[in-house]
């Protein structure tokens, strides 16, 4: 099946500081991803929806400014939480598919924000 | 807003027997359905889908039924195996593609 990698899987980082993520799909191309983030116990959110070549669109009370999105290619689009803070702790998940039917998960990246 | 809920965060089975895992929605434009499941540390695996023209799925052991006029949705598994112990997320989609998740039902299977 296929493939979606995330990178890092897991990053601490000092409060202020900027972090990027990466989200590659392996072994096709994805002109869609999207972005997700999950507390703890709770189920997955959507947060934005990454078009390869064009910009991403933001679900409603997701700050685009805080948090970057960029989908250079048909394989890569990444995330970029700028000057983090505790309460952007979180794990994030991204998801890659052409298909309604499925969306093929990355394995996520634990983000803790000292 | 939540438009997906599993009201049931867990449930436990004892190998061998049926598990059932519920899901409602509440947003009449979704018309596709998903089960994701979830081991700790990974991102969601696509298990079964269903499309609102039908009211049943099946593969192997793993069973999707859909009662539109209820909203609802189950998802069945005939026997339950070890290796069905993890989180299981209902997920529903409308015309854009998106999905919307409920919070997760962590199925512990017993041997």
């Known amino acids: 099946g296929a493939v979606v990698s995330q990178h890092p899987s897991w990053v601490i980082c000092k409060s202020g500081t900027s972090v990027k993520i990466e989200c590659r799909s392996l072994?096709?191309?994805?002109?869609?991803m999207f972005w997700y983030r999950q507390f703890p116990k709770q189920s997955l959110m959507l947060m934005a929806t990454?078009?390869?070549?064009?910009?991403?669109?933001?679900e409603q009370g997701v700050e685009k400014d805080k948090f970057l999105i960029n989908h250079a290619s048909l394989t890569l689009s990444t995330l970029t939480v700028t000057s983090a803070h505790p309460e952007d702790s979180s794990f994030y998940i991204c998801?890659?598919?052409?298909?309604?039917?499925?969306?093929?998960f990355g394995p996520g990246t634990r983000l803790l924000v000292l | 807003d939540q438009q997906v809920k599993q009201n049931s965060p867990s449930l436990s089975v004892q190998e061998g027997r049926i598990s059932i895992l519920n899901c409602d929605y509440t947003?009449?434009?979704?018309?596709?359905f998903l089960w994701y499941k979830k081991y700790p540390a990974e991102g969601p695996t696509f298990l079964i889908s269903?499309?609102?023209?039908?009211d049943k799925n099946e593969d192997g052991r793993f069973t999707v039924f859909l009662n539109k006029s209820a909203k609802h949705l189950s998802l069945h598994i005939v026997p339950s195996q070890p290796g069905d112990s993890a989180v299981y997320f209902c997920?529903?989609?409308?015309?854009?593609?998106?999905?919307?998740f409920g919070a997760g039902t962590t199925v512990t299977v017993r041997a």
């Open positions: 990454s078009n390869e070549g064009s910009k991403a669109t933001y």
């Open positions: 072994d096709f191309q994805a002109t869609t």
């Open positions: 947003n009449s434009m979704f018309d596709y």
């Open positions: 997920a529903a989609s409308a015309y854009d593609y998106k999905l919307s």
């Open positions: 269903i499309s609102s023209i039908k």
């Open positions: 998801s890659a598919g052409g298909q309604r039917e499925t969306q093929y």
